[in-house]
């Protein structure tokens, strides 16, 4: 048995514009870049969507709503960052009024070697391949969106 001390859950928005282009985000935490879809930890004490509704606050300063459950991580994948712990990614399909406040960029990577620096993009679904993307769920989802299509 597991104690609940052994799970990070993660919990993530798809967010499609009328373009079909997908917002990602570029990061630099723990001493890496990353490029990931926008989101983050679960909190003690909170629900996935309260978590994801705040994560966008927190990271875009935007209100989402969501439209629906996307995908949940179905097989053992080991968490990068923290030793011992088994990843549980939760992605929903989100969508905003805000959509117009969102800072982007159409540069990959344009930010500082900074612990917390932080650049939103948006691009296109169709161009986009796994490979651009840093963590295995990640790539697995954009797959299973590229897909329902």
């Given at each position: 048995?597991n104690p609940?001390?052994h799970?990070n ?5 798809l967010?499609?514009n ?11 935490r723990m001493g ?7 989101g983050g ?8 969507i309260?978590?994801?509704k705040r ?10 709503s ?9 097989y053992?994948q ?5 030793k011992d712990?088994?990843?549980?990614s939760?992605y929903?399909?989100?969508?905003s009024?805000?959509i ?5 960029t ?9 612990e ?6 948006w ?14 769920i990640d790539?697995k989802?954009?797959?299973l ?5």
């Open positions: 048995m609940s001390g799970f859950i993660r919990v993530y928005g967010l499609i009328t373009l079909k282009q997908v917002l990602i985000t570029d990061e630099y890496m870049y990353m490029t990931k879809f926008p930890g679960l909190e003690y004490g909170e629900g996935t309260e978590c994801l994560e966008f606050k927190e990271e875009l300063d935007i209100n989402v969501i439209k629906a459950h996307f995908y949940t991580t179905d053992f080991k968490a990068l960052f923290f712990m088994q990843l549980i939760i929903y399909l989100v969508e009024t805000d117009d406040k969102i800072p982007t159409s540069v990959i990577n344009q930010i500082p070697k900074v917390g620096a932080q650049a939103f993009r691009v296109a679904i169709e161009s986009l391949t796994p490979d651009k993307f840093t963590f295995p790539q989802v954009l797959e969106l590229k897909a329902t299509l």
